[in-house]
Structure formats: C-alpha cells, structure tokens
C-alpha cells in the first residue's frame, strides 16, 4: 500500500511540476532510452528549437553501432493544452515516417522527460518511447 501511494505521489508532482514550452526554448537531450538493455546504449544526441510557443523542431543523430549507417532523425512538436503531436522523418526518407502523441514533463530547473507513443510506417510498429534532457 506504501509503494503505491508513494508512486501516485510521485506521479502528481510529476504532473503538476509541467512547464509550457515557450518560443525561443532549446533542447538538449536523448533520443529514446526505452526498451533497451543496458548494455546495448548507445549516444544519440537530439537537440531542439522552439520557434513558436507552440512549435518545436529538432534534430537527433544515431548510430547503433559500427555496422550500422548513421541516421539523421529531422523531427517536430506541436504542443497543444499540456500533449504534443510528433512526427519525425529518419534522413529525410517519408517512407520511414514516425507519428506520435506526448506529454514534455519539467521535473526540476529545466530537466525533462517526455514519453510518448509512436507509430513507425516503415516498420508498422507502435512503441512507446521516453526521453530525457534539458531545456533551457
């Protein structure tokens, strides 16, 4: 019972401690650290620009490994009462295009996380993701 109250807990002051995205924000962070084991991390630095308060686009370099081409991941947010709708196209290849729904949680002084659930066209998967960084 303790652990449970303790995660409702957690999961209000996640939910009241959100921020606005506001014009003129950058974003520095990860791509996703879901559904990965630990020992198959790998780097893949994204980095956004809120051109509008509702707007936000992005780009995000990865790798997997030294087998794999490197991709470049151009993406956008439109943020609309507290949830944003994404969409992201993997080296610019509409083919492989990704679409989503999320929520960008600001836990404390700018650190964010911000799960959401993707659908992937190329692959026809949905997969729910979680990244995390900072916005300043």
């Known amino acids: 019972m303790k652990k449970m ?7 209000l002051g996640l939910v009241l401690g959100v921020n ?4 003129g924000d950058f974003y520095i962070g990860t791509g996703d650290i879901s559904n990965t084991a630990w020992t198959e991390w790998s780097i893949s630095p994204t980095v956004g620009y809120g ?10 370099i ?17 943020f609309l009462r507290g949830y ?3 969409a992201s196209a993997p080296n610019l290849e509409t083919d492989n295009l990704s679409i989503g729904i999320g929520k960008l949680f600001t836990i ?8 959401k659930v993707v659908y992937n066209s190329g692959d026809k998967t949905t997969n729910l ?4 960084g900072l916005k300043f």
Request: without cysteine.
């Open 129 to 132: 993701t979680l990244g995390v």
């Open 84 to 86: 944003f709708v994404y």
């Open 62 to 78: 990865s790798q997997a490994d030294s087998t794999v081409d490197q991709v470049i991941d151009v993406h956008a947010r439109y």
């Open 5 to 11: 109250i303790l995660s409702l807990a957690l999961g």
């Open 108 to 115: 404390h002084k700018g650190v964010f996380v911000d799960p």
């Open 51 to 60: 051109l509008t308060d509702k707007l936000m686009v992005g780009l995000n």
């Open 20 to 23: 606005a995205q506001e014009k």
